[in-house]
């Protein structure tokens, strides 16, 4: 499984389309380890570039703390899941929680 979460000063972004960068990090899901972590720059904000982008780069799972309807969508027909509402949190300590079945989500943090 490959993980990408957008990060704001090495933690969870709250709005997932204007992030900087990504972490992106590579779990065996069996094994519930983390197995890697890469932190890439986001691309310039662009509606719709962010699902293909990140897809060509083998994310299959998003955790985000809010993310609007339109974009949820486009990820899940890039085959991607997303899950919203997770804590502003290191990437590390977000991948860990949800494979152990343990990550408290709130609201989805985005509106539109």
Known sequence: MRFA???ADGKLATHFGHCASFALV???PA???ILKREDIDAPPH???????????????????????QRAHDL???QGIVVTVGAPVATPEKL???????SLALG???CDH
């Open 5 to 7: 979460i957008p990060l």
């Open 26 to 28: 590579d779990v065996d």
């Open 31 to 33: 094994e519930k380890i």
């Open 46 to 68: 662009q509606p719709g570039l962010l699902p293909p982008w990140l897809a060509e780069r083998g994310v299959n799972h998003i955790i985000a703390g809010g993310m609007g």
């Open 75 to 77: 990820f899940a027909a």
């Open 95 to 101: 991948v860990t929680d949800f494979l152990a079945g």
């Open 107 to 109: 609201g989805n943090a």
